[in-house]
């Protein structure tokens, strides 16, 4: 099974191979914000496609946060200034299939005639738009994908390449705790420490450098916690100011909501500078948040999603999204009362009332 995976390809995968043996020149290209999925399999394909000979590029709206220096210490992370694009042929879009949510290059990428590649995970909503793709919803992380891929292409990864795929797994699986964690993301993790991964200087380098207001802005977060349906779904809400959300892990404060006994879906909200709001939607059960994510235009996996919702209020997004969970959960929310009263259990006492 694990070998089949690492082997067998679908005709479009196949395809896809074909144009990374044959394109010369590549740009590797992220989401916003990229996460360590992303970042890893970017470091990673980009040393596989340099030891095939290609000249690579790799290039961000955004720079990747220091806590990810291990990995730009091997490859060179590009951030985009606006204008021309390196000089390419293809165009490969790493764990995600938007054009739009490469930011400000998404008009420079369109414009250009490179062919667009794909490599992702998650599920594709709309209609297909690129020349190739190299997708696979089961695999758990898209560093998967891309240690798939240099099998496939025969090129060996050197511990570089390994730091990255081994970046994208403890990513997207929580360190092996989620469900997506299968033999296959066991057996990858152990090649790469058999290549000279080691897994606590990772865990160390992603998870022990937080500044000094982290603890308190995970305090903070935390405080906002309000249960819905009896505690089956948990939100916070976190706006610009009360909690400096650049000192806050959120994965952490959705680790800890999960841990909650009776906890099935979680949801986190945060303003964003910019405007908008951002919500992390993750499922402990049977639940479904990629159903939800889509119907305010995000997307995802059955079990973590997100969603980036502009022209909107916190208030009124945070409203219209609790009613949402709790209709797919088959709960009826209290009618004639606004989202922070009728149906909700404070949580911590009513700490919440105080801020
Ligand atoms: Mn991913």
Not at 196 to 214: E, K
Not at 222 to 228: A, D, M, Q, V
Request: with cysteine.
């Amino acid at each position: 099974m694990i070998q089949s995976s690492l082997t067998e390809t679908n005709a479009a995968q196949a395809r896809a191979l074909d144009l990374l043996r044959n394109g010369r020149r590549f740009l590797l290209c992220g989401h916003v914000r990229p996460d360590g999925d992303c970042l890893g399999a970017q470091a990673a394909l980009a040393r596989v496609l340099t030891a095939m000979g290609k000249d690579v590029w790799i290039q961000n709206t955004d720079a990747p946060e220091p806590r990810f220096d291990y990995l730009a210490r091997d490859v060179k992370f590009g951030v985009y200034q606006g204008g021309d694009l390196p000089r390419h042929d293809v165009s490969v879009l790493l764990d995600f299939c938007e054009l739009s949510r490469t930011g400000s290059m998404e008009p420079a990428l369109a414009a250009h005639a490179s062919k667009k590649l794909v490599i992702d995970h998650h599920v594709a909503p709309g209609v297909p738009w690129w020349d190739e793709a190299y997708v696979d919803v089961r695999a758990s992380a898209t560093g998967i994908l891309v240690r798939r891929i240099a099998a496939q292409l025969g090129v060996p990864l050197d511990v570089a390449a390994a730091r990255g795929v081994f970046t994208s797994i403890v990513t997207d699986t929580g360190w092996f705790k989620y469900s997506n964690t299968d033999a296959e993301t066991l057996a990858a993790a152990a090649e790469m420490t058999a290549l000279g991964v080691v897994p606590n200087v990772v865990y160390a380098a992603l998870h022990q450098r937080q500044p000094l207001g982290h603890p308190p802005a995970l305090a903070r977060a935390i405080e906002r916690l309000e249960y819905h349906a009896d505690g089956r779904l948990a939100v916070v809400d976190i706006p610009l100011g009360p909690v400096d959300s650049g000192a806050l892990d959120t994965d952490e404060v959705l680790d800890i909501l999960r841990a909650v006994e009776r906890v099935e879906v979680v949801l986190l909200l945060r303003e964003m500078p910019a405007g908008g709001v951002k919500l992390s939607a993750r499922s402990k059960g049977d639940f479904d948040v990629h159903a939800l994510a889509r119907q305010f235009g995000g997307g995802g996996h059955k079990k973590a999603s997100g969603a980036t919702v502009l022209g909107t209020t916190m208030a009124d997004f945070r409203a219209r999204l609790v009613a949402a969970t709790l209709a797919a959960l088959g709960e009826t929310a209290a009618t004639g009362a606004g989202p922070r009263s009728g149906g909700t259990n404070q949580a911590g006492g009513g700490a919440r009332n105080g801020g």
